[in-house]
């Protein structure tokens, strides 16, 4: 959906579909428990943040038959902490200030 330049919808209908059994799997562990390992935010939970930016906000965001709040309170919750965290949104910030800067370049 990002990068490839032609859009294969079978491709994308299998990702889109694969990501969101992924969120499902986190929805139930998270359902239980606050973080994902030892009752406590870890790496573990920190690994998925750009795994989790990707997923919401470019693979299923605007997919008619999802929303992911109502569908996933846990992971829901769990992701909006995450990005919350101060650290965490002044990254993502700049993450994409650097992606709108690249895309304002030349392409040679």
Avoid: C
Avoid at 31 to 43: F, P, Y
Avoid at 51 to 63: F, M, R
Wanted: hydrophobic content about 45%; glycine content about 4%; charged content about 25%.
């Amino acid at each position: 959906m990002l990068y490839h330049p032609e859009r294969l919808p079978s491709a994308v209908e299998r990702y889109q579909k694969e990501i969101l059994r992924v969120i499902g799997v986190l929805d139930s562990v998270l359902a239980k428990q606050e973080w994902l390992v030892g009752g406590k935010l870890t790496v573990a939970d920190l690994s998925f943040i750009s795994w989790n930016v990707v997923a919401v906000d470019n693979i299923v965001k605007g997919l008619a038959d999802v929303d992911l709040e109502k569908q996933y309170p846990a992971f829901y919750k769990w992701h909006q902490k995450l990005i919350a965290r101060p650290v965490v949104a002044k990254l993502l910030a700049e993450q994409a200030e650097a992606f709108r800067q690249s895309q304002a370049l030349p392409q040679q």
